[in-house]
C-alpha cells in the first residue's frame, strides 16, 4: 500500500471533491469514510492463490500499512477510522470471495456491507459514488510507494 504525501493541498482537493459532487458539510464524514474505505479495499493486493482464513491474511499483510495510512489520513480530515478500516477489509474480502469463490456472495452479504441509512438512500448512492471515484482519483495523485 503506498503512503500519503503530507500536502496542505489535500484539504483543498477534498473541499473541491466535496462542492463539486454537493455533499453537505454534515455528510462530509461519513461519505469520506466509504470512499477512504473504498480506496483502501482497492489498493490492498489480492492473494495469488486461496488462503485458509481471510481475516488472519489480511491483518497479518495489510493491518499495519492500513492503519498508518488511515492515521495519516485522519490528521488532515477526521473520519471514523475505525468503519474505514472495517469497510476497507469487507471491500478486500468481497473482492477476495468474487476471484476465489464467485458463487458465495449473496445479494444480501452485499447489502450488509455498510449498514447506514443515508448509505441506502438512491439520490446518496449517486452523489457518494461519483465522490468516492474521484477521492480515490485525488488519493492516487497523492500517495507514493513505499
Known sequence: MKQLKKSAM?????????????????????????????????????????????????????????????????????????????????????RYNLVFHPRSLSLETLMSMHSSKTFSDVEYKEKWNTFAVRLGSTLANFTQAE
Open 10 to 94: 489535500l484539504i483543498g482537493e477534498f473541499t473541491q471533491l466535496f462542492n463539486g459532487c454537493s455533499i453537505a458539510p454534515q455528510e462530509r464524514k461519513a461519505v469520506m469514510t466509504l470512499g477512504i474505505a473504498r480506496y483502501v479495499g482497492y489498493e490492498c493486493e489480492l492473494p495469488t492463490s486461496e488462503v485458509h482464513n481471510t481475516r488472519t491474511y489480511f491483518l497479518e499483510t495489510y493491518k499495519h500499512e492500513v492503519d498508518e495510512f488511515l492515521s495519516s489520513l485522519n490528521e488532515q480530515f477526521v473520519i471514523d477510522v475505525a468503519a474505514a478500516s472495517d469497510l476497507a477489509f469487507k471491500i478486500w474480502t468481497t
